[in-house]
């Protein structure tokens, strides 16, 4: 199982160590891969305080060229440089405040395994779309035009824009639906088995309603991984699962 923790723009040094003081003796499950995707100014500083913890250090984007006047944006190759083993592309803010296309982000998740470092594409569709029976074929675009040629490794996060940040959630069946669909259209691509995330007001009185949704390999938080309390209590039910599965 996968947890991805993404911070946005928030927390400061000082909150990010009280984050972090919490989890240095905290007793980790080693089938839950958690990866905390910290503003790119905290990078090194949040990695050195979990050095000797499991949790691996993501970037929340990355640029398609290597270098060049791109003001205010980072490379794959800097953020490999950083110990970063994954990043996020296409995440619907981005699409959204600085008009990211699909071929923009193929290229970007292109850089990025490039350099090693595992994309995790997002897609997610309107509310307009959903309710006029378009999402499966907005998210079939989305993927095909944004998976790269070829790839060892990626990740898919479906985040259903009109779920971000509302509070509001698809019901069970629609996105068991959504998964299965996208692992229907990538296994027409690829044999590998990609883990698709569903992200969009993960908290921790959803969190085991989510979890025991089919092809539902993890998730992608937000808002609730500010919290040390609360991010711990998503954790725990995700263990919690895990256990009740394996018996």
Known sequence: MFIAANWKM?????SIKKFCDNLKNFEFN????????????????????LIKTPVSIGGQN???MPSGAFTG?????????????FVIVGHSERRNYYNETNSYIKSCAEAAIKNDITP?????ESLNDRENNKALNF???QINECLPDYFERIIIAYEPIWSIGTGKIPSSNQIKEMHSFIKKIISLKSKKNVKVLYGGSVNSLNINEILLIENVDGILVGGASLKIK???AIYNS???QLTLSSQ
Do not use: M, Q, W
């Not at 905390?36 to 905290?42: G, N, R, S």
């Not at 944006?73 to 083993?85: N, V």
């Open 230 to 232: 609360e991010f711990l």
């Open 139 to 141: 998210i079939e675009r």
């Open 238 to 240: 995700a263990v919690k």
């Open 73 to 85: 944006d980072i490379s794959a190759i800097s953020l490999k440089e950083f110990g970063c083993e």
């Open 62 to 64: 990355c640029h398609f």
């Open 10 to 14: 928030n927390l400061d040094k000082t």
């Open 30 to 49: 080693d089938n839950i891969r958690v990866t905390i995707f910290p503003p790119t100014i905290y990078i090194n500083y949040l990695s050195d305080l």
């Open 120 to 124: 995790i594409i997002c897609v997610g």
